[in-house]
């Protein structure tokens, strides 16, 4: 097995693994999203008056609509759909008159899911110098061959994995980095459970560390439940199918590049 991921399995299930990892990934819950002062003026005259059409716009102009609807984003995407479908309009209305205003405006102020927040968290957690060298932006980064984190959008970083180490996958990357004259590319995972959408994040890391011709090391920075010992799918995974690949917690990311 790979030693990085054999060192994972043994911090998670020897050391204080989840009092360490809370400095790479406080999920602490943002505040309330903040809702705009005049949209929801509007909302509040469209829901009185029983405006269908006026109370679905309003609400699609918020960050988060207040429903889970499969029919939503479609809406969302086209306006001008509102008004050629009246029924779906009525079916997903009544269920926000059902609601009432005060849950309406609960729902649409959540914050935003712990998921959504995992890249930037580990990102941040990078420009502590928690690696032992500040990331720096990419016109420094293509200037010197010294080691050097990369501190740069999704999509910048995207652009220099293409046109720099043959990078093809459609996957974004988390991480860029160069040590020893090596580069170095991965994605960043926080696995909360077992199932659903935490398998397809899971999936997603392994998909980019086995894209073909790329011109650089490539890891998967996975931390969470695969390192519980037992029968579940993402342990056995990496203790069998990819069992020699580059998967390892955060917190041995750093002995690895110093190894390298």
């Known amino acids: 097995m790979n030693r990085w991921t054999e060192l994972s399995i043994e911090y998670a299930n020897q050391r204080s693994y989840l009092d360490d ?7 602490i819950p943002e505040g309330i999203r903040d809702i705009d002062k005049e949209i929801w003026a509007n909302v509040e005259k ?12 309003e609400l699609l102009r918020l960050d988060l609509f207040p429903i889970k609807d499969s029919y939503v984003a479609y809406l969302k995407r086209d306006p001008s759909a509102i008004g050629r479908n009246p029924r779906t309009v009525n079916r997903i209305c009544g269920r926000l008159y059902e609601m009432g205003l005060d849950k309406i405006f609960e729902r649409s102020s959540e914050p935003k899911e ?14 502590k110098k928690s690696l032992g060298i500040t990331p720096i932006k990419l016109s420094q980064f293509i200037a010197s061959n010294d080691d050097a984190i990369l501190d740069a959008s999704d999509n910048a970083m995207m652009g220099f994995a293409r046109n720099n180490l043959g990078y093809q996958h459609e996957k974004g990357l988390d991480f860029i980095a160069r040590f020893k004259g090596k580069y170095i590319i991965g994605e960043a995972k926080f696995l909360t459970d077992f199932g659903g959408h935490q398998n397809a994040q899971f999936n997603d890391a392994i998909s980019t560390i086995e894209a073909k011709g790329v011109r650089a090391i490539k890891i998967a920075i996975l931390d969470g439940v695969l390192y519980i010992k037992g029968n579940n799918k993402m342990y056995k995974s990496i203790t069998t199918t990819y069992k020699d690949h580059n998967i390892m917690s955060a917190l041995v990311l750093r002995e690895f590049l110093y190894n390298l």
């Open 21 to 27: 990892l809370f400095h790479v990934y406080p999920t």
């Open 46 to 57: 469209a829901f009185i008056r029983k405006d269908n059409d006026a109370l679905i716009k």
């Open 114 to 127: 712990t998921n959504r927040q995992i890249g930037p968290m580990f990102r941040e957690w990078l420009r």
